[in-house]
């Protein structure tokens, strides 16, 4: 065997034995989820005198369009006034900040507590914001929303009653919906995109004891779970998904309500969804850079800690795609002297089954 050949079969077995290590994890999740999809949280009962104070978070930078109608929805919250705090988190360079103190002051006026908190300094984006609006709740619990959702009316009342019933649990999050589903072929592939993920990964992690991870918005905490977990952190471009793994590995729980949904808006152009999905991707593989050394070291159960590896290299698939579409050729023609036969044989079933890995549910 030639030099060549020597260094370049090991690194197309690594690709293809990755990608089918990643398609079987792909389907331990579905399986995982048909096993356990009746394990449904139930709604614990709660009376009125025992609902905290809860502060409700806006996160906005440059949202003039959408801002208006995000303050009216959270502001109709089914919520006693007089324990519901709303806070705009307002880093917006234009025209954003005038409508929001606009609308905020129109519900000051009719007795509801909430207030435009704007920066100058953009320090920490998104997670410097909710660290600083942290610092001034009067909320025991803080729920957290993008500018792009408008959520129900009972948002409240479906998640805190999940923290107060018991005090194990740091987070609440709830599946989202779509409310531009059908506006184009674009927005149809998000959704089915989305849903997959929150549908079956989501339920699948969360009813059999795995780590899952707050996905931003949509989704109420414990104050005291984010400041036993180190606070907001803007070391990576997901602070979500690093405070949830954080959070976890200290013990809290978390609770997901696949059977509720918060509607928001996808981006509606390629270029947004491209944008989003890189913000993602590599705030992941920041996240997975910064964490793994912690899960890897951590007492966690086997089958929980080795979900949560995989769950944070997860992104690493489309650089193992990337490296068999190149070598695949190559490494084929590299061992022709084998017969064509044998070679179908052995790499068409092996890609078969890596290439499931893009499915992606």
């Not at 005090?167 to 709830?174: A, H, I, K, T």
């Not at 989305?194 to 918005?217: C, I, P, Q, W, Y």
């Not at 808006?265 to 964490?291: D, H, I, Y």
């Amino acid at each position: 065997m030639e030099l060549w050949q020597m260094v370049l079969l090991p690194i197309y077995c690594l690709a293809l034995g990755s990608l089918m290590l990643f398609s079987f994890h792909r389907f331990v999740m579905v399986h995982l989820y048909f096993k356990n999809r009746g394990n449904a949280p139930v709604e614990p009962s709660l009376s009125e005198s025992d609902l905290p104070h809860v502060t409700v978070q806006l996160p906005v930078y440059n949202e003039l369009y959408v801002v208006e109608r995000l303050i009216r929805a959270v502001a109709a919250f089914d919520y006693p006034r007089h324990l519901l705090e709303i806070q705009v988190l307002d880093d917006s360079t234009d025209e954003t900040t005038d409508v929001a103190r606009r609308c905020v002051a129109e519900f000051r006026s009719r007795g509801l507590d909430i207030v435009v908190l704007h920066r100058d300094c953009r320090d920490g984006y998104k997670a410097g914001a909710l660290e600083a609006g942290m610092r001034v709740a009067k909320g025991e619990c803080l729920a957290i929303f993008d500018a792009d959702f408008v959520p129900d009316p009972d948002f409240l009342r479906r998640t805190v009653p999940h923290l107060v019933a018991d005090p194990g649990v740091g987070m609440v999050q709830m599946r989202w919906a779509h409310l531009n589903r059908d506006y184009s072929l674009t927005t149809k592939v998000q959704s089915i995109f989305l849903d997959g993920h929150f549908v079956m990964e989501h339920g699948a992690r969360s009813r059999s004891g795995l780590f899952f991870n707050f996905n931003g918005t949509a989704g109420i905490w414990r104050k005291s779970c984010i400041q036993h977990a180190g606070g907001w952190q803007h070391d990576t471009l997901t602070e979500d998904l690093d405070l949830s793994y954080r959070a976890q590995l200290e013990g809290w729980g978390f609770v997901y309500l696949n059977d509720e949904t918060a509607s928001a808006e996808v981006p509606v152009t390629v270029n947004g969804w491209k944008a989003q999905q890189f913000r993602w991707a590599k705030g992941s593989v920041q996240t997975a850079k910064k964490l793994l050394p912690r899960v890897l070291r951590s007492d966690l159960r086997r089958g929980v800690k080795a979900e949560a590896i995989l769950h944070l290299c997860a992104n690493t698939s489309y650089l193992m795609m990337a490296v068999l579409a190149i070598l695949i050729f190559p490494a084929v023609l590299s061992r022709q002297d084998l017969g064509w036969y044998r070679v179908l044989l052995v790499d068409l079933s092996l890609f078969a089954s890596a290439t499931a890995d893009v499915s992606r549910f």
